[in-house]
């Protein structure tokens, strides 16, 4: 059972002969794939083989107690069997086959439940699995090679939350990771404190939650990404402390100064504020908790806040640097705000372009299968059937063996998936 | 002090020479009677003579603190000394005749207050000792003979607590209780976890709070008591484990299956969802917590939540089993729907039809005294005067020496009470 | 760093050859100079001098984490340093110079911040430096005489913590204080258990917060003030007990009954109550919390709660003892009902008229510097300029050097302050 946040990964996964993990995830109205999207791309970047093992995740309901029960939907089953096989895993296992009857994990219930008898769990476990006979084969060991990443830093975590600036979470890899997913950008997350992940030759657009604690030579690497044509997301506090978290005695954002395209000498804890108008194009134009007191050299402003005292300074800046730019966001963004910033690098990089079309609830994954083949799925994240047009390439669909012509409608059904293959 | 709900009354009892415990409870806009009512219902099961004392109750306001006194209204502090003796108590002493002038109970405060002279309360208290003085004799020894339990297991409420599926209150035996009290359904409270308490010949309906914890032979009585006639209200999560508190490992609810009607593999907590139209006539027609999925077999369903999800099961049913009926919530009900379905089983049996006529802010308690008359005292809980038609046979009002006619108007006074002796 | 609550002050300074305190503020919007003002007003009567130094105090942002960083808005650090010169000290110093890199501390920002460099904040402490190099020999050893005090008893405070009444502030010294404070009332603030500070003889009107603790001698001063003419305005549970926290085996409030004009035996706590209408005039007519059942004997009273129950008895009354009054409020008053109980006694004694037709957020300090010569500072607590007519005789502004003429309209900056020395 790996924690993404206290273990140092990349050292696990090297002494590991095939990487596994444990995923537990919120099933009922909260399905919405994401965690297990997030804890894919993250394994994959520190799985040798980049395919893992899923070796427990839910069954029914789980917990210590009673409380909190929320075993899957129709559906809702299978629909996660499938999203881990679309992020990589080459095996779901789940915790456990049956239930215990006494102790601490009573209520931590398996395919079987206490009876030990065949249920609705574990018809639809069976239906899955039978799938699984007949096309795992064209499913198992994808490979994806993406074009994003985010940029993840246990040391920088640990410091924010020493130190922290909100009764909240102090580090927003989930909410970056919210932004990219809900609008079908995969990407990767490079856990990036060690010097052998910071290598980023392979990107065209870095997201970079607080990167509050880095080396000077890490900051310029991502410097040199910008300036040789890279698209940068980066939030607040980036820069502020060295590789021991003392805070560099100079003009922050210290080595990022000239990458970002301007200094700042004062910040401030804030309410909910709205932003004077701009255009980001955000339906939220709020933002919250804290903002620096940005002042551009070369930075062009791209939001201010509608205060007297604060609205003297923009908290959100693009710096064209070098061939690349770099969007610096100085204060904590509504949801939908750092989705439109997302949005307009990705533009600017013809990033994900043909999925970008289709949004949460609609998913979309895909990667190459051991024939060389594109794997497509679609999943649908609701309790309606939803009508998209299919969005890639004539595929073969392989749960019902019929054609998927581009343009095409097809329905997915509630909690469903469609996984197409192109040939 | 006596705990309900930790202590083994049964055992602790039955080396008192004379049952005497302490009642603390709600004055001003909460008093209500309720708590004064449940603690008389049990005592009066586990007494070896049927009546008790009440050495401890409230006298002016009481805490550890200054914070939440909340001394008397008038009239109230006479209305709890007859409520004690409408259920069975001998005696009514308080805590205590003076108060304290420092310490802990600085303020738990007595008859008399700091300054040692009469005031209000003591002015109330010395009205009510001299009613006694006169009326007494009439209403001590008072006898019940109940149509209605409340089985009670601690048993259950321990491995509850230590399995919680709420946040909330797990047991709900004050909730049932409530439903009871306040349509003037008189019962006793059994605790039924020894086999010497789980004689059931003497009532015509049992009400059952989530029996969790119980073994094969007391939930056969309980079938037993059903086929023979008898009419139950049961709550979730009954027979779910054994005497050792281990998950019976066979469909649910095990041993109680047959009488119930119906089986269950799964379960789920819910927000409050709101029922189907049905025809128990509840004006709160929701259910919140916990929901069963209950598969019938015999059992008519009586409510489905109206969700695609849940709404495939129904989460109350009512079964009718050898001459009986077992009505199951398999959920948490609104308090209106449980007074609802209560009443269903009460008028299959014609229980307190008469008294069903009143609801609470009027209370009717009635019983037998030495004389072998019939002694029945109204209660009025609220600061309006209250007139209703007297519902007994002619009796004479002790208090006031009058003559009580079957039907004619008598009127309550704010926090008063009326009582009638048949004869 | 000295707190007002936990420590024996008067013992505390006697040692100290010059006294000095450390005090921290709410800036930003919550900027209202109140705690400065009641720091000074403390200052002043335990400190030998009746100047004192400030040692520490607000630069930027601070706290022992990056949470709740509010640094001052343009104006406000200057406009402390003169809220600290107005209430009697002689040098205000901040921490600190410079901020550290590391550790605790690292966002308890000083005058500089991490970078070293000039910065807005900087800027602006250098205007208030310079402007003290010109003007400050007309500022320091700033002397006031004040007709009004506050007793402020530490024995009460504690022994009230102890056996609380309430789930907030037991202790309502800072809502008298803010009461006066926003109407411009200028008072000392007295440490009272010990019986050196005893002498109210230089006052006309005193605010008592609830002087739970107290010996009888002390309750007889303040009878025999009011018997000589003196104006009292009381809170509930004043007298309750003796210097060792016994409550009193007497009627309350004891000996301060006479003086009071009436007795109670019970009191309550109670929920927000309406008052019945009266001739108070507050535009809040609520009390909440406690309320304490007075039975008057010489009192008037001045109002009683719109409630059944509880309206039976007056909760505020006004006793004409002697030469004086004492208004006694037995319950928590609204914040507008006690400002304008105080008005109300001020008013019989031509207290701060002039001063009293302003309100906060114009707040007005006066004194006498060592030429002899009045000081009146006005503040504008406010984000809008603010233009009121001047209410002092002819002066002389001392941050530009122009005349400033009683009745004429001066204009006050945002965040600003003006100075008119008479002469």
Redesign the interface.
Known sequence: MPSFYDIDQVEAFRQMEYPAINVYYTM?NGQDGMWIGYSCDYMRTVSKSHNFLITETNA??TGW???????P??GQLRQNMYAFLSGGANMVEYWHWS?L??GQE??WRGIL?????P???YREFQKGAKELDKIGGQLVNLKKTNRVAILFSHDSKHALDY?????NDQYKVNMMYDALYRQNIECDILPVDKPEMQDFSQYDLLLVPSLYVATDDLLLKISDFVKNGGEVVMLFKSGYTDY?????????PGPLAEACGFTY?????INTLTLKPNDIGASDNTVNTWMEFLIPTTAKPLAAVDH??FGKWPCITENQYGKGHLTYIGTVPSADLLWKLISRAANRKNIATVERKYQYPIILRSGTNMSGHKIHYIFNYS?ETKTISYPFPDSRSLLDDQKLSLGKDIAIEPWGVVIGEEK
């Open positions: 009922q029914q309901g107690s009673s409380q909190n029960q929320w075993p939907y129709d239930t009857h006494y009573t209520y439940g206490h009876d030990g008898q249920n609705r769990v130190m922290p600036y909100t009764d021991d978290n003392a805070v560099r005695p100079v003009l922050a000498q004062e910040y401030s804890s007297k005292f309790y």
